[in-house]
């Protein structure tokens, strides 16, 4: 069986916690990280501020560079079957332009996980997300950095729910960008998922069936639910005309990748 290495692209609050137990409860031989935090791992295991930053407005520059070939090198040298690092901050900081350390002898998947919009906010509502730009620097994107593929400006009327929506759209339209940029790229495959589908046996076991692993429906182990703790408000209170918005705006993610691809812009 081929070294397979697994990352996601994803907002964040969208599942990435329960993924990783998920794995962990199903593929007890591989090794399964969600967000590597010790207090000596950032610039190390997982990007500093100044990676987060440097790549969103500069691209990837020599010191982004620098920190994924350490980082990328030592993965590419695990001698599990299964590599799995679910999250949701790595995709922002030039993992995918970065992989090639891995891809000389790893298949790399990268999961691209969606959650509904609204319930993700209300997550961030929850946890007092984007109040602050150390906030957004240190785990989100900040909708003033000069390579954002959507531009903030239309939502900004919104207020606080609309700079969540406005990242929410652009780690979507972000996601389809590496799809098209990396649809040729050797050793890299792209899953699709929805964190409610792995609540189904079925659905998990398919899953785990396109990273090598045979799990029947009643194998398959379902973990508690993950990161439910309350935080800032008890309850999300987003005004209803919000909400109507969100439902109804006209939003595709595919169509905004592709022309930025062809204006010839990129993130890195």
């Not at 593929?27 to 399964?32: D, G, L, N, S, T």
């Not at 992989?99 to 990268?110: E, F, G």
């Not at 997300?129 to 954002?148: A, I, T, V």
């Not at 508690?224 to 008890?234: A, D, E, I, L, R």
Request: proline share 7%; aromatic share 10%.
């Amino acid at each position: 069986m081929p070294h397979t290495c697994l990352f996601t692209a994803t907002t964040g609050r969208s599942g990435t916690a329960y993924l990783a137990e998920l794995l962990h409860a199903n593929a007890p031989e591989a090794e399964v990280h969600h967000e590597i935090l010790r207090y000596d791992a950032w610039g190390i295991d997982t990007p500093d501020l100044s990676d987060l930053v440097q790549f969103n407005a500069y691209g990837n520059t020599p010191k982004v560079q620098a920190f994924w070939r350490q980082k990328l090198s030592r993965i590419a040298a695990n001698p599990t079957a299964l590599y799995a690092e679910t999250s949701h901050i790595l995709a922002k900081a030039g993992l995918m332009e970065n992989l090639a350390p891995l891809t000389a002898r790893s298949q790399v998947v990268i999961v691209l996980l969606r959650r509904d919009m609204l319930k993700t906010i209300n997550s961030f509502q929850a946890r007092g997300d984007f109040l602050n730009k150390g906030n957004m620097w240190l785990w989100y994107l900040d909708p003033d950095y000069p390579r954002n593929i959507i531009a903030p400006g239309p939502l900004a009327p919104w207020g606080w729910p609309g700079t969540c929506l406005w990242y929410i759209c652009e780690m979507l339209t972000r996601m389809e960008y590496y799809r098209l940029l990396l649809a040729d790229a050797a050793g890299i495959r792209f899953i699709d998922l929805e964190i409610d589908e792995l609540n189904d046996p079925a659905r998990v076991a398919a899953f785990l069936t396109q990273l090598g692993i045979s799990r029947t429906s009643a194998e398959i182990v379902i973990p508690p639910p993950q990161n439910t703790g309350g935080g800032f408000t008890s309850a999300a209170n987003l005004p209803t005309e919000f909400r109507e918005f969100v439902r109804t705006m006209s939003f595709n993610p595919k169509d905004l990748a592709a022309e930025f691809i062809r204006s010839g812009r990129r993130l890195g």
